[in-house]
C-alpha cells in the first residue's frame, strides 16, 4: 500500500526552524516527483517546493526561496524540507505527495498530485 508519512512539525517562535520529513512507501520512489504542500486555515492550499526524479531539481515558491529547501535521501525513500526564519504566515498544516508525472512546472504547481500523507500541522508564533 502506498504511504506517506509526514513527521517534524511542531511549535516555533518566529525567526526559528524545523525540520520536516517524509517517509516514503509502497511505491518505486525514484519514479515519482515528490513535492511540499501547506494549507492554513480558511485559506486554499498552495505548493511549497518540489523535487524532481532522477537529477533532483528543485522548485520553490516565491513565499519561501531563501528560507525553505527541499532535498531527498533515495536510500532511505525520505524527503526533507528545511524551514529556517520562519514566520507567523508559514503556520499550516504541511503535506507531503507523490505524482508520477510532474509536481511542478513553470506554470505552477501541481493541484491534484497522485499520493497525499495525512500532514503535520506546523504553528509559528510572535
Known amino acids: 500500500e502506498v504511504q506517506l508519512v509526514e513527521s517534524g512539525g511542531g511549535l516555533v517562535q518566529a525567526g526559528g526552524s524545523l525540520r520536516l520529513s517524509c517517509a516514503a512507501s509502497g511505491f518505486r520512489f525514484d519514479d515519482f516527483d515528490i513535492g511540499w504542500f501547506r494549507q492554513a486555515p480558511g485559506q486554499a492550499r498552495e505548493g511549497v517546493a518540489c523535487?524532481?526524479?532522477?537529477?533532483?531539481?528543485?522548485y520553490h515558491a516565491d513565499s519561501v526561496k531563501g528560507r525553505f529547501t527541499i532535498s531527498k535521501d533515495n536510500a532511505r525513500n525520505t524527503v526533507y524540507l528545511e524551514m529556517n526564519s520562519l514566520k507567523p504566515e508559514d503556520t499550516a498544516v504541511y503535506y507531503c505527495a507523490a505524482d508520477r508525472y510532474f509536481c511542478a512546472t513553470h506554470g505552477g504547481f501541481n493541484p491534484r498530485m497522485d499520493y497525499w500523507g495525512k500532514g503535520t500541522l506546523v504553528t509559528v508564533s510572535s
Open positions: 523535487i524532481g526524479t532522477n537529477d533532483g531539481t528543485t
